[in-house]
């Protein structure tokens, strides 16, 4: 049975897993994102692979894909007049990677 791997990475670690994926024989396609809480650039790598590969595939990800802290700074909230808000930066942690494994119905290549 074919599958889908989906997987949501950070764009730091994208071209590294990419390559990772090829030197092991898997192909890959790169679609360019944008994530939500910070709004900073992702990258959705998709992989079709037989079932028996999935295991590996995820391991690739997980080997090429680490989550890391970062300081942001906080958006000001709404003030009212003669209110100041000095925003403190907050530690957030990114990277890592997000990852779906779907089944696929019917694949094609031409």
Same mark, same amino acid.
């Given at each position: 049975?074919?599958k889908? =791997? ?8 994208? !071209? =590294?897993l ?23 650039g992702?990258a959705t790598?998709?992989?079709?692979? !037989?079932?028996?590969?999935v295991d590996e595939?995820l391991?690739? =990800?997980?080997e ?10 906080p ?5 009212e007049?003669? !209110?100041f *808000?000095?925003?403190?930066?907050? !530690?957030?942690?990114?990277g890592g990677?997000?990852? *779906?494994v ?7 290549? *031409?």
């Amino acid at each position: 049975m074919m599958k889908l =791997i989906l997987s949501i990475v950070h764009s730091d670690d994208a !071209e =590294i897993l990419i390559r990772a994926l090829e030197q092991r024989g898997h192909r890959c396609t790169k679609i360019s994102t944008t994530g939500g809480f910070l709004r900073e650039g992702n990258a959705t790598i998709l992989v079709g692979a !037989e079932a028996a590969q999935v295991d590996e595939i995820l391991a690739i =990800i997980k080997e090429n894909c680490h989550a890391r802290t970062q300081l942001v700074s906080p958006l000001p909230p709404v003030a009212e007049a003669g !209110e100041f *808000f000095i925003p403190r930066p907050v !530690e957030v942690q990114v990277g890592g990677a997000t990852v *779906f494994v779907l089944n696929v119905e019917r694949s094609e290549k *031409f």
